[in-house]
């Protein structure tokens, strides 16, 4: 069936109702070859069983999200709510627009009256458009000839085992049973998702805002212990960043001398974190000199100088979306000052102090408190801190020692750099530590230029370590361990790098 032409941008040739008519014709058919199963969707039936159990005759509604416009009519490159990709198992570039609902399911009891029995899974996404379609070739976000082959509903059922449904059938099932089934949604992913469910609700008598918070809560403490597929994952994305950080260190000399080597060294990271992976998980931080000092300086534009460190902060994050999250500090000329190492030094005591206090039954507060307290000490043993160390150690009316420290220690790690981010409080920052959580231990001493309580020889020097550990009820597993930590050990790899 041929179509009218359709609307196109005023830069572009119109279609003639020839080229309209010709091009359906003399395709070879698509592949009846059907994908093979997603990894991860071995492991997200599991997940959606918890989620099943949690809200038990409720409709859960996960979208993935939607393509975001970078500028004008281009997209930046789409990443779906990691929620999405932990209960569907599909991850890198996959699927804008898809939603994933769990509709509860029900089964007469012994006096005839519905009971709740489990969910049913259904992906709603938009499968490719026939080659007659206008789609096909003249929509540049969706188009087989712009963006390449979607999948059909069959093809997507292959790839994650879930019952999968054409997009525009979700609002009328959505509004199936609105008013007597509860709904709870990921909020604020999707928009025009956000703004169906909430007019539904209040059609239906209204809705409680909080049942949406909860939901969210719930899905990120389940993503507080991982499972088996995610710590392999996790240990690929590391493996990937050690590459990464190879390369950088190889790339130094070069870094130094081409200007900019900050950015020098972002690209490098990038380019491993591409090949290897979907890219980095966060915004790359390559802080040379008194930038070190700035937490989050992202805007590396800064030139490499011989006798300076560059701390950076970089992950690779794998095409199952899973990233590392690792911090090196690296002598630029390939050794350390006696000053530079005197901090160095004095970070890594805290690192390993911290690694120390991670087990499980621990709380994960003890791993900050071991971690700090090193810091504090060091700080008062070089007269810098003005206070004793239990005076600022005190959490109601010390913290002096937090102007050269500011953030914490550790925080989860997974889908997201953050992971678990809702998790309450009382499972998270007063929570234990458990076999199978996955944290980074990222202690630092900062000493910006401009700290007059600082000794002068220390100014500017910034120093931060970062591993990423699983939590086992013995001594917690590094899984960033194959780049080096100690200082000696730290100038032998730049050297074997660059030789
Ligand atoms: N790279 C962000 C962090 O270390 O938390
Ligand atoms: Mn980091
Ligand atoms: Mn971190």
Avoid at 103 to 119: A, L, M, Q, R, Y
Avoid at 482 to 488: G, I, S, Y
């Amino acid at each position: 069936m041929s179509q009218k032409a359709p609307q196109l941008p005023n830069r572009q040739t119109p279609f003639s109702d020839a080229f309209v008519a010709f091009i359906p014709t003399k395709w070879a058919p698509y592949s009846e070859e059907m994908p093979a199963a997603l990894p991860a969707s071995e492991f997200a039936p599991a997940r959606r069983d918890a989620v099943s159990a949690a809200f038990p005759g409720e409709r859960i509604v996960v979208p993935a999200g939607n393509l975001v416009v970078r500028s004008n009519d281009t997209d930046y490159n789409f990443r779906p709510h990691s929620a999405f990709a932990h209960l569907t198992g599909l991850g890198a570039d996959r699927e804008p627009d898809a939603v994933l609902v769990l509709e509860p399911t029900f089964v007469e009891n012994e006096d005839g009256k519905p009971e709740c029995s489990s969910h049913e899974a259904t992906l709603y996404f938009k499968p490719r458009a026939p080659r007659t379609d206008a789609e096909f070739y003249a929509d540049a976000r969706y188009g087989e000839m712009w963006v390449g082959q979607r999948e059909s509903l069959e093809e997507m059922a292959a790839m994650t085992g879930l019952q999968t449904r054409s997009l525009h059938e979700l609002p009328n099932a959505l509004s199936q049973k609105f008013g007597r089934i509860p709904t709870r949604m990921v909020r604020d992913v999707d928009a025009s998702l956000t703004t169906l469910v909430d007019d539904l609700r209040r059609r239906n008598g209204g809705a409680d805002p909080s049942s949406d918070d909860e939901l969210a809560v719930m899905l990120s403490e389940l993503r507080l212990i991982k499972d088996d597929f995610e710590l392999e994952q996790l240990q690929a994305a590391c493996d990937a960043t050690t590459v990464g950080f190879e390369a950088v260190a190889a790339d130094l000399p070069t870094a130094v001398r081409n200007g900019r080597g900050e950015r020098w060294c972002e690209g490098v990271f990038e380019l491993h974190a591409r090949h290897l992976g979907n890219g980095v998980g966060y915004g790359s931080i390559c802080a040379s000199g008194d930038h070190a000092n700035t937490l989050h300086w992202i805007r590396n534009d800064g030139d490499l100088h011989e006798g300076d460190l560059i701390l950076c902060d970089m992950g690779v994050e794998v095409d199952t979306l899973y990233t590392a999250d690792v911090t090196r500090t690296l002598p630029i000329s390939g050794t350390f000052t006696p000053a530079q190492r005197k901090v160095y030094d004095a970070v890594l005591a805290a690192q390993n102090a911290g690694i120390a206090a991670a087990r499980a039954g621990a709380s994960f507060s003890d791993v900050h408190d071991a971690a700090i307290r090193v810091v504090a000490e060091h700080l008062h043993a070089w007269g810098i801190l003005p206070v004793p160390v239990e005076e600022s150690l005190d959490p109601v009316n010390g913290g002096q020692h937090r102007r050269w420290m500011v953030h914490g220690t550790s925080h989860h790690l997974g889908l997201d750099v953050h992971d678990c981010a809702q998790a309450r409080r009382e499972f998270y920052r007063d929570g234990k530590l458990r076999e199978g959580m996955v944290i980074t231990v990222e202690p630092g001493i900062y000493f910006k230029s401009t700290d007059l309580l600082v000794p002068e020889e220390l100014r500017g020097i910034g120093v931060r370590i970062e591993d990423d550990i699983v939590i086992t009820d013995g001594e917690a597993r590094l899984l960033s361990d194959a780049l080096p930590r100690e200082a000696d050990d730290v100038e032998a790899w730049l050297a074997r790098q660059q030789a």
